[in-house]
């Protein structure tokens, strides 16, 4: 049974930061190519980052260049995102998928940047 947990959100103020973490079972991680995608209210759901099996090839929305960090642990099946420098506008539910010959999601963790 294939299962993508997330965990780490929450209220932040803006500037602050926050490690988004998604453990995964149920099939081979450390061959499938992981990302983070969020949801703000109203909008489509977008690509945040991605990273490649072996973690060589990282990927990023331009909106997070240079503020987010995507990074895996084979080891432990998990995939990371550290959040700095967060913005209001970073507000969303933030999904982890798994990606190879089919797509597994988890069930998203909310993120809300506000003072």
């Known amino acids: 049974q294939v299962q993508l947990v997330e965990s780490g959100g929450g209220l932040v103020q803006p500037g602050g930061s926050l490690r988004l973490s998604c453990t995964a079972s149920g099939f081979p991680f450390w061959n499938h190519i992981m990302s983070w995608y969020r949801q703000a209210p109203g909008k489509e759901r977008e690509l945040v980052a991605s990273?490649?099996?072996?973690?060589?090839?990282?990927n990023y929305a331009d909106s997070v260049k240079d503020r987010f960090t995507i990074s895996r642990d084979n080891a432990r099946n998990t995939v990371y995102l550290q959040m700095n420098s967060l913005k209001p506008e970073d507000t969303a539910v933030y999904y982890c998928k798994a990606g190879r010959t089919s797509d597994y999601w988890g069930q998203g963790t909310q993120v809300t940047v506000s003072s």
């Open positions: 990273i490649g099996p072996l973690a060589g090839n990282t």
